[in-house]
C-alpha cells in the first residue's frame, strides 16, 4: 500500500457573490467549492508526490469499454492489453490491443470475466504495471481491487477501502450523513427478513423500496405500494439479489414518488483536490435500467445544481476518494436531492461529461493513478466549463417489440449514421460481426453534442435514422419515439416517463427492401421462377448422353499426378519448371459444385463423366474440386 499525503478539504459557506471572472458558459462555480479553492491552493507541483509512470496497462473487461480505454492508451503511449474468454476469439477488443491473452478457458462465457486469480496472473506473467476495469464484472469488487494493489500493479480507481464502502450501501449512507449530505429515509443496516422491511413501513409509511445492499443495475430492486405486495417483492428481490451478488440482503428505503435521476461526475486526486464535472439526468430509465443520458440536466435550477454538485464533492472528500467516480442523487418536485449511492468506477454515461466538458475522463484516471495531480493535468475546478449539451443513446441488439426480447445472430448489413456532432462508442458493430447472447445486448452508444437541448436531440434522431442495420434486432425504434415525446424535448422528465407513455411502443414495421429484393433474386437464381406456367405441359425430361471412354479395361493417359506419385514433391516441381508450355487448372468440378450458378448439379453426375475427363484432360496442370485439387 502506499502512503499518500492528503489534505483536508474544508468546504465553507461562502454568501458573497461570485465575481466576474468565475462565471463559467452561463453556470456559477459553486459558492461552496469557491471557498474551497480560495481557502486550500491544490497541489500544483509538476513533480508529484506518486510517481507511478505506466508503459502497459490491461483492461479486465470487454467489448466497447475494453476499446475506449485501449483508445485512451495509445493517445497516451501506452501499450495496451486485452484478455479474451474463448467465445470472444475474435472479438474487436482482442484486435484492438497491442497484446491480448485467453483466459478461462473451459469456464462459462461470463465466469472466464470475473476470475480474478487469472486476471493477475496474467498480469504478472507479461510485466504489466496497471489494470483498468472498466464497468460491470469486476469493476466494483473490492477484492479485485485489492488483489490488483497486493500485486503490486497500479489499480486504475478508488483504492480498496473506499471500493467497499461505496459498495456497500449502508456504509456509502452513513458516510453521506456524517459528510451533511441529506439522504432519503431508510434503515441503518441490511435487513434479511419480511418482517423488519414490514416494521420500517409501518414506521415511515408507504411507499418503499427495496434495493440489493451489496450490488446495483437495478438487479434485486422492487417498489412495494401496499403492505399486501410486501410478501412477494421481498421473495423475488431477496433471490435475485442472492443470485447476482452472491448475497440477499436488502437495504430498505422511503421511495420518492416521480423523481429525477440525477449524477455528478467527480475526479479526485491522490491529494486532497476533488473536483466536479457538473451532472447529467438519467431518468429515461426502463426497469431501472437507464437508456438515454443527457449532459446538463435540463431545466435545473442553477441553485439546485449548485447544491447538488457541493454535496457530491464534500462527500467524496470526506471519504477520501480519488480517481473517477459518480454520485447519484434523485430530486424531488420541489427541488429537493436525496443522496442514492456512489459508482467507485468509470460510468457507461461518462461520454455526455466529456463532450460537455472537453475532459477526457479515461486519459484522467490513467493520469491521475500514475500519480499526477488535478493540477498537473489542467482539471482544476477553474478549468472546468459547460458547452452545450449531449444525449447518449445506448443502442442495444434487443426487439423492442417483443418486450425487448435480446437478440443474437450475425449482422448481415451494418451501415452508421454520422455527421457533426455525433459520436460513436462502439466495438463489435460491424457487418459480419456475431452477436453472442451470452452477454450485455449492448450494441453501439451513439452520443449527439449540440448547442442546446433541442438540437441535440435533432442530431440524434438524424443519426439514428441513418443507421441500417440487418440481420438482428435493435432498439432503435423505441429510441426514435423517445427521442420525438414533446415531453422529452421539453427536457423536464422523471423516472416514471417510459411507464407514462405506452405510445412509446408502437413501433412501425421496417421495409427491409433491399434485403427482400436480394433474397428474392437469390432464390429465383437458385430454384428458378416459382410463377406458374401459361400452360398446363409438363417440361420435358432431358437426359445428357455421357461421351464414350475406352473403359476400365484400358489405363488412362499418364500425367502429373503419376509424376508426384513415383518421383516425389521434388520430382513433381521438377517436371513443372521444365515444361516449356502453358499450364492450365481446370475449374468446372468445383464450379459446379460449389458456384451460387449450379448447386444443382449432383456429385452423382459428376462421377458420370469423371471417365472421360480421365481419359481427355491428362495434359492439364491440375482439376480442381470442392474439397481440393485432382491431378
Sequence with gaps: MLRLRSRVVELGMASTALPQKNRLQGYRIPHQLLACMQSTAPHTSTTSVVDRPIKKLLVANRGEIAVRVFRACNELGIRAVAIYSEQDSYKMHRQKADEAYMIGKGLAPVAAYLNIPEIIQTALDNNIDAIHPGYGFLSERSDFAQAAVDAGLNFIGPTPETVQKMGDKVEARRMAIESGVRVVPGTPGPVTTVEEVRA?????GMPIILKAAFGGGGRGMRIVKDLKELDGAFRSATSEALAAFGNGAMFVEKFVERPRHIEVQILGDMYGNIV???????SVQRRHQKVVEIAPAPNIDPKVREALCADAVRLCAHAGYHNAGTVEFLLDKKGNHYFIEVNARLQVEHTVTEECT?????????????GKSLADIGVTQDQISLHGCAIQCRMTTEDPARNFQPDAGRIEVFRTGEGMGIRLDGSDAFAGAYISPDYDSLLVKVIAHARNH????????RALREFRIRGIKTNTPFLLNVLENKRFLDGTIDTYFIDEHPELFKFRPTLNRAQRLLQYLGNVIVNGPQTPLATGLSPSLITPKVPDTPGPRVAAPSGLKDILDITGPEGFAKAVRQHKGLMLMDTTFRDAHQSLLATRVRTYDLKQISPYVVHNFNNLYSIENWGGTLS
Design 200 to 204: 420500517f413501513s409501518e414506521e415511515v
Design 276 to 282: 466536479h464535472l457538473y451532472e447529467r439526468d438519467c
Design 358 to 370: 472537453g475532459v477526457d475522463l479515461v486519459v484522467s484516471q490513467i493520469r491521475i493513478a500514475e
Design 454 to 461: 433541442h438540437t441535440a436531440a435533432a442530431k440524434m434522431n
